[in-house]
């Protein structure tokens, strides 16, 4: 391992490490959450989406306003950061922790750490791009919204929150089983078929 190697481990064990510091009145709630979305159970989906769907029924039939909106989700995220510290303890048993969950902790902790590396590495080539290649950039971006723009006319866009919020909670669980894996690694053959009859016409 090189020394710049060596640097960036070490700093993803500190991030990761102030990260589990400032999540441990929160580990046990993590962790069942975890559980959740990664399927332990078999009925975890369909509780998972079932809990989805009414909570977006409920917003359709409420219709609240953006503001109404917007102070009900930072109220409850407050009433969440007071009260989970105090309950998650006393309803989990803080004296249950074992080794295990710990461990378990400390990579759900190491691969936020990673996400968010990943998503600041994305951002810093967007920005690379930008200064090098501005064309290209504008292009690129332009098209995006646009394409995103359509789509957001074409769906409603309480739907296309839900779509993409279920989506997103379903994505560990598929990752997890392999779903993912499995259907991209079908659409990567078929690729790879149309490549290799494209080049025999070609021949």
Not at 26 to 47: H, Q, S
Not at 115 to 124: A, D, K, L, S, Y
Not at 128 to 154: C, D, H, N, R
């Amino acid at each position: 391992m090189t020394e710049g190697d060596n640097k960036s481990a070490n700093l993803l064990a500190q991030e990761t490490a102030h990260l589990e510091e400032q999540l441990q009145c929160w580990r046990e709630v993590i962790l069942a959450g975890d559980k959740v979305l990664r399927w332990e159970k078999p009925w975890f989906p369909g509780a998972l989406m079932a809990a989805t769907t009414v909570l977006f029924l409920l917003i359709y039939y409420l219709d609240p306003s953006v503001l109404t909106g917007l102070s009900c989700t930072v109220m409850l995220l407050c009433l969440a950061d007071y009260l989970v510290p105090t309950l998650a303890p006393r309803v989990f048993g803080s004296n249950k922790w074992t080794t295990e969950q710990q461990q378990r902790f400390h990579e759900i902790c190491s691969n936020l750490v990673k996400t968010e590396r990943h998503v600041v590495g994305w951002w810093r080539r967007l920005c690379t791009l930008k200064e090098e290649k501005p064309k290209m950039y504008f292009t690129t971006v332009i098209s995006s919204l646009l394409a995103v723009a359509w789509i957001g006319q074409q769906v409603h866009n309480l739907f296309l929150t839900y779509l993409i919020v279920s989506f997103l909670l379903l994505l560990p669980g598929l990752n997890q089983h392999g779903v993912i894996s499995k259907y991209v690694g079908m659409a990567k053959r078929e690729i790879n078929k149309l490549l290799k009859q494209k080049e025999k016409k070609n021949e």
